[in-house]
């Protein structure tokens, strides 16, 4: 079918698991994807995850924007210490996509979600 939309999807882990600082999967987005939903779990314990993307090739990476829609407050964040959320971003400009654990304490954490465009 010529002209016909196409939406692309693909799955994203970003973290399975994880109990130590680290930077996760990074999702190559290369601007294909237009938004990143995901959703975050930790269990007991405490941890941080930030938010963070490149814009163009030089692999500096910036605080990314996104949306808890989780519940209907709608908050704003580049971070998050929760333990059961799901957060979206706008990655239309985005080249490179890390949600990565900058502390944790007695925690395993689970980012996952799906990129749609």
Not at 35 to 59: E, Q, Y
Not at 93 to 100: D, E, F, H, R, Y
Not at 107 to 114: F, K, L, P, Q
């Amino acid at each position: 079918m010529s002209g016909a939309n196409v939406t692309r999807t693909k799955e994203v882990t970003f973290q399975a698991a994880a109990t130590t600082i680290v930077d996760g999967t990074i999702f190559e987005n290369g601007g294909v994807y237009k938004t990143l939903r995901v959703k975050v779990k930790r269990s007991a314990g405490t941890s941080t995850l930030l938010f963070k993307h490149t814009v163009d090739r030089s692999g500096e990476y910036y605080d990314l924007v996104g949306t808890k829609i989780s519940d209907t407050s709608l908050t704003m964040g580049i971070s998050t210490t929760g333990t059961a959320e799901v957060w979206e971003f706008d990655i239309t400009a985005s080249m490179k996509i890390k949600l990565a654990i900058s502390a944790i304490s007695g925690a395993s954490v689970d980012v996952a979600g799906m990129a749609v465009g």
